[in-house]
C-alpha cells in the first residue's frame, strides 16, 4: 500500500531532472542572464548624456555651446530673479534654482536644447502654496526678503515648504516615469494646456500689479485669487508710491521698445536678440546704488543676497505640511512634465533626436529630488529661455554646464552686487516676459474656426484658471478636454453617401448635394468606433439618414393590411416615410415644412449598405444592436449590407 506513494516521489523526481537538463530551460536561462549589448542599451537609456557626448563634434560644436551658455546666463539670472517674486522665496533661491537642478538634468534628461529651471507658470503655482502655507507676513509686494522661519510665527518655514513641496513633486514625477506613465501627455491636449497657460499668465501679469504701483497689498491664494487681487488693488490703488510706479513704467518700456524695435532686427542679423533684462537689472541697480532709492525715495530693493553655498538640508516629511501640498505637488508635477516634453518634442523634430517621455518623467523626478537638499524650488523647462538656446546655436547641454559655471561665480562673488536692485524692475521683468503668452489669446480663434470643441476646450481652460486658481483651473481643464472626448467618440460623425458617377467612389451626400442616390439602395457611413455609449445614437442617426423608422412602415403597413388593397398599402408606406422625412426637416431647420415640399424620398429602398471603413472596432452590445437592425429592417423587406469591415 506504501509502494505507490513512493513511486509517484521517483517519477517526479525524474521527471524534474529530466526538465533541468531540456533545452528550453537552458534558454530561459539564457533569456534571464543580461546581454552586454542589453545593459549598454539600458544604460544609453537611463543616461542620455552618453549618446550625445559619443557623437559630439568638439571641432562644431564646443565653440558654439560655450557662447551660448553665456548668453543664456544672461537671460537667466534676471528671469529666475524675477520669478522669485512669483514663488514668494527669497532672490537667492533663483541662483541656486539656476544651479542644482540642470546638474541631474545634464546626466539623465533627453531634450538637448531646453534650459530647465525657474519657470514663470510654475513660480506662480508654487508661490500659490508658500504663501497658504507660511502667510504674507509683512503684507507687502514682496514679503519673503529672508527664510522666515516658525521664531515668526509660522508652523513651516518657507524653505521647509519649498523642500518639501519640490521633492513632492520630485517622487511623483520618479514614480511616474517607473511606472511607464509618459503616455499621460496624450490626456494634455495642445487646446488645453494653450488655454491655461494664457490663464496663467494673466494671473501672473495681475499679481505684479501691487509691486509695479508700490502698494502695500497682501497677495493671495487659492480660489478667485484674480478677483481678490482686482479688489485689493482697487482699494488701494490711491495709495500708490509714485516714484516706484515711474521707475516701473521706465523699465517696462525700456524693455518693450528693444523687444519691439531692435530686437527683430538683431534676430535676423546676428540670430540672437539683445539681453535686454540683464541691460536693465544693471542700469537700475546702478542707478539705485547711485542715487539711494531705497533711503531717498522709499523705494523697496531686493535686499541682502548671501554669497555662499546652501548648506544641504533634507526636506521635511512633516505629514500635516504633505497633506496641505500633495494636491498641488501633483498638479506642479504634471504641468512641469507637459511644459518640459513639449518643448522637447518641438526641438527633437528639428534637431533630429528622439525624446523619450519616461525618461523625461525620471530626468525631471531626479532633478527635483535632488535640488530640494539645496533650497530650490519647482522647475521646468523655461520656454523663453529654451528659444534663446536654440537660437543661440546650442548644440548640447554642455550649454547648461557653462551656465551652471557662470551661475556658480555669481553666486560666490556678485550676489552683494544685486542687493540695491529695485523690486519693481523685477516685476517689470515679469510682466514684459509674459508678452508672448499673454498674446495666445488670439489662438482661440484659431481653434474656434478648426473645431468648436476644441475652442470650447480653450476658452473653459483659460476661464476656470482665471476664475477659480491654477490647480483648479488644470483639473477643469483635463476634465472638459476628456469630456469632450467622450462626446466625440459617443457621438462620431455619420452621413448618407452617394456614388460619384462615372467612378468607384463614394462621397457624403450633404457636402454634393447635387448627387444623387442610386435608385432603391442607401449608403449610411459611420465614422467612428461602436460601443455600448454609441449604440442608441447609431439607431437615431441611423433612421434619420434612411428617411424613416421601421415603426412607421410597419404601422403604415398594418394600415394598409386593413384596407385590404396592395396598392393603397404601398401608397400608405411612400406617405408614411415622407411624413417622417418632412418632421425630420423640420426639426433640423427649425420650421414647419409644407405639405408640398415632399421627401426627397419617395420610396422605400430594396437594400442599405453600411459602410463600416471608419469603424475600427464594435462590443457586444453594438453586435447584438447590428444584429437587431437586420432583424429589424429584414421584416419589412429591406435587405441590410455591411461595406468595409476592418
Excluded at 177 to 190: K, M
Excluded at 337 to 352: C, D, K, V, Y
Excluded at 443 to 457: H, P, T
Excluded at 532 to 549: I, P, T, V, W, Y
Aim: net charge positive; with cysteine; proline share 4%.
Amino acid at each position: 500500500m506504501n509502494s505507490l506513494p513512493r513511486i509517484h516521489d521517483r517519477l517526479f523526481v525524474v521527471a524534474l531532472s529530466l526538465f533541468l537538463q531540456n533545452h528550453r530551460w537552458k534558454t530561459i536561462g539564457r533569456s534571464l542572464t543580461p546581454s552586454a549589448a542589453g545593459c549598454r542599451h539600458s544604460l544609453l537609456r537611463l543616461f542620455p548624456v552618453a549618446t550625445w557626448l559619443a557623437e559630439y563634434r568638439v571641432k562644431d560644436y564646443l565653440l558654439a555651446d560655450i557662447v551660448t551658455g553665456f548668453t543664456v546666463a544672461m537671460f537667466q539670472v534676471p528671469q529666475s530673479l524675477g520669478y522669485t517674486l512669483l514663488a514668494a522665496v527669497p532672490p537667492v533661491f533663483a541662483l541656486y534654482n539656476a544651479m542644482f537642478p540642470m546638474m541631474v538634468y545634464i546626466l539623465f534628461g533627453t531634450v538637448r536644447q531646453g534650459s530647465v529651471g525657474a519657470d514663470a507658470i510654475i513660480s506662480m503655482m508654487t508661490g500659490g502654496v508658500v504663501r497658504q502655507i507660511v502667510g504674507d507676513m509683512s503684507h507687502t509686494s514682496h514679503p519673503v526678503h529672508d527664510v522666515l522661519d516658525a521664531a515668526n510665527g509660522n508652523a513651516f518655514s518657507v524653505q521647509e515648504v519649498t523642500s518639501t513641496l519640490c521633492v513632492t513633486v520630485g517622487i511623483i514625477q520618479l514614480a511616474f516615469g517607473l511606472l511607464n506613465l509618459g503616455c499621460l501627455n496624450v490626456f494634455l491636449s495642445e487646446q488645453m494646456v494653450n488655454g491655461f497657460a494664457t490663464g496663467v499668465a494673466v494671473q501672473v501679469a495681475l499679481s505684479q500689479l501691487g509691486a509695479v504701483f508700490g502698494l502695500k497689498i497682501p497677495h493671495f491664494s487659492g480660489m478667485f485669487t484674480v478677483y481678490k487681487t482686482l479688489d485689493a488693488f482697487v482699494e488701494h490703488i490711491s495709495e500708490t508710491h509714485w516714484p516706484t510706479l515711474i521707475v516701473s513704467l521706465i523699465a517696462i518700456s525700456l524693455i518693450l521698445f528693444i523687444k519691439i524695435v531692435p530686437d527683430p532686427v538683431l534676430v535676423r542679423k546676428c540670430g540672437l536678440p539683445l539681453p535686454i533684462e540683464l541691460v536693465t537689472v544693471v542700469v537700475f541697480t546702478a542707478v539705485s546704488y547711485l542715487l539711494q532709492f531705497e533711503k531717498v525715495y522709499n523705494i523697496e530693493i531686493v535686499g541682502e543676497i548671501p554669497e555662499k553655498l546652501p548648506v544641504p538640508r533634507a526636506p521635511t516629511f512633516n505629514p500635516s505640511l504633505l497633506t496641505l501640498i500633495w494636491l498641488d505637488a501633483f498638479a506642479i508635477a504634471v504641468v512641469s512634465f507637459a511644459i518640459t516634453l513639449s518643448l522637447g518634442r518641438i526641438f527633437g523634430q528639428r534637431h533630429n533626436y528622439e525624446v523619450d517621455a519616461n525618461q523625461e518623467f525620471l530626468a525631471l523626478g531626479l532633478g527635483h529630488v535632488w535640488s530640494s537638499f539645496f533650497s530650490c524650488f519647482p522647475i521646468a523647462a523655461s520656454v523663453p529661455r529654451s528659444a534663446v538656446q536654440e537660437n543661440a546655436g546650442g548644440k548640447t547641454q554642455i550649454v547648461s554646464v557653462v551656465n551652471i559655471i557662470i551661475i556658480l561665480f555669481m553666486v560666490l562673488f556678485l550676489g552683494h552686487y544685486l542687493e540695491q536692485l529695485p523690486v519693481c524692475v523685477l516685476a517689470a521683468i515679469i510682466i514684459t516676459s509674459l508678452k508672448k503668452i499673454v498674446m495666445q489669446v488670439q489662438d482661440f480663434k484659431r481653434y474656434w474656426d478648426l473645431s468648436k470643441i476644441d475652442g470650447q476646450v480653450w476658452i473653459v481652460s483659460f476661464v476656470a484658471t482665471i476664475g477659480l486658481d491654477v490647480v483648479s483651473g488644470l483639473i477643469v481643464g483635463v476634465a472638459f478636454s476628456l469630456l469632450t472626448l467622450v462626446f466625440k467618440l459617443q457621438r462620431p460623425k455619420t452621413c448618407a453617401m452617394a456614388l460619384v458617377p462615372n467612378t468607384e467612389f463614394f462621397v457624403p451626400l450633404k457636402k454634393y448635394q447635387k448627387l444623387r442616390e442610386t435608385p432603391g439602395v442607401k449608403v449610411y457611413h459611420f465614422g467612428g468606433a461602436m460601443h455600448f455609449a454609441n449604440s442608441e445614437f447609431f439607431r437615431d442617426r441611423l433612421e434619420k439618414a434612411m428617411g424613416f423608422s421601421v415603426r412607421q412602415v410597419r404601422r403604415a403597413l398594418k394600415k394598409a393590411i386593413k384596407k385590404g388593397d396592395s396598392q393603397d398599402s404601398l401608397q400608405a408606406v411612400k406617405e408614411s416615410v415622407q411624413a417622417y422625412d418632412r418632421n425630420v426637416a423640420a426639426l433640423e431647420l427649425g420650421h414647419t415644412v409644407g405639405s408640398k415640399e415632399s421627401s426627397w424620398l419617395a420610396q422605400l429602398p430594396r437594400d442599405i449598405i453600411l459602410d463600416f471603413s471608419r469603424v475600427s472596432w464594435m462590443d457586444g452590445c453594438a453586435v447584438t444592436l447590428i444584429k437587431n437592425i437586420v432583424a429589424d429592417y429584414m421584416s419589412i423587406g429591406i435587405r441590410i449590407s455591411i461595406a468595409s469591415c476592418s
